[in-house]
């Protein structure tokens, strides 16, 4: 028997009904996207989003990969290994002068980087006394330089340091002595006295005050270098060609977790916790270290722009830099205006 006109009908509109499900199971299947990113409170959003469900809501299935520092985040994303880098701005720029093809399509934090002193140098400055002149006296007093533990050169935080030591605080050259560590090594040196002062972040700010009250802020972000552009995400040139939609959707969450940081601290901490806790912390210090002077969050990229050409200014003057990188190609402020169009 030969099938009737209406079985055959029949059977087209399910066969057409099955690859129309099917192509759009292919449309909404998540992006896989590998996230490299420094463990600081700066980097919150991103796990904020995450643990809200905002990345996967985006299209996002994301992998994440810790790094001590954005140098050692620029060699996965120059060999392909990561996609998307969450960490400081600058060693991005270094990234363009090799052509790595990066964009910043968003921020998270600004002026993240504070300059604590530990027991032995506290002292020096109290009463207002002129920075400099404390070192100098620390030096006269100890026989030595202050020791000051910071990350690897090219990244944010040596890049304050210095221009805290020697452009505001014109502190001697021979009282100030600067020790590149990791970030944890560098929280462990603080802490075990084997440092004297440190520029560091949030949580490490709350956790060493903690342990140790005698562990004083010297001075704030914006002391150290006025407007400093702290936490950025940078996206791959080629995974953000292929997935403009989903880089789209990645600042759309960004945004959310921002306002959510901003107006519920307390719910922020915990996908915070989570990432950062490692079991050394809890979620009370977390939404502490959310809610401090050294956590000022934004995810607007346009913010940083002129700050980043000064600290690129800076960075040349003291050789971490070759030149002076034009930041209209580094910064692709787009997705965020899609973002947060009304």
């Known amino acids: 028997m030969r099938p009737t006109l209406s079985v055959i009908r029949s059977f087209l509109t399910a066969a057409a009904g099955l690859l129309l499900a099917g192509a759009a199971s292919a449309q909404t299947a998540p992006v896989p996207v ?3 990113v420094i463990p600081v409170i700066g980097a919150a959003p991103i796990f904020v989003a995450n643990g809200e469900g905002w990345l ?12 001590e520092s954005g140098p ?14 969450v960490a400081g701005i600058a060693p991005l720029a270094v990234a363009r002068t090799k052509n790595i093809d990066v964009r910043v399509v968003a921020a998270t934090a600004i ?3 504070v300059f604590v002193a530990g027991p032995k140098l506290a002292p020096y400055f109290k009463d207002g006394a002129d920075k ?3 070192f100098k006296a620390f030096h006269a007093k100890e026989g030595r330089a202050a020791r000051l533990a910071t990350q690897p050169p090219g990244s944010v935080p040596n890049t304050t340091l210095q221009h805290w030591l020697w452009q505001v605080v014109r502190t001697g050259k021979p009282d100030a002595e600067i020790v590149a560590m990791g970030i944890d090594a560098t929280q462990q040196a603080l802490l075990a006295g084997a440092v004297d ?3 560091i972040r949030e949580p490490a700010l709350t956790i060493v005050q903690m342990r140790n009250p005698a562990m004083t802020l010297i001075a704030t972000g914006g002391e150290m270098f006025p407007d400093q552009p702290g936490t950025v995400v940078g996206v791959f040139g080629a995974f953000a060609d292929r997935n403009p939609q989903a880089v789209e959707g990645l600042v759309k969450a960004l945004v959310k977790a921002t306002d959510l940081i901003k107006s519920d601290p307390a719910r922020a ?20 270290a959310l809610s401090s002077p050294a956590a000022k969050f934004t995810a607007d990229p346009r913010v940083i722009i002129e700050a980043t050409k000064k600290l690129q200014a800076y960075q040349v003057s003291i050789g971490t830099l070759d030149r002076d990188i034009p930041v209209d190609g580094l910064f692709v402020p787009s997705f965020y205006e899609k973002a947060t169009a009304r």
């Open 72 to 85: 050692n985040m620029i060699q996965a994303l120059a060999s392909g290994t990561i996609d998307i880098y």
């Open 197 to 199: 002062g440190a520029s």
């Open 111 to 113: 002026e993240e980087m």
């Open 34 to 36: 590998r996230i490299g």
């Open 56 to 67: 996967k809501e985006a299209g996002l299935n994301p992998t994440f990969t810790t790094f």
């Open 132 to 134: 400099a002149e404390a």
């Open 269 to 288: 901490a915990k996908p915070v916790e989570q990432a950062l806790g490692k079991g050394i912390t809890d979620v009370a210090t977390i939404q502490k």
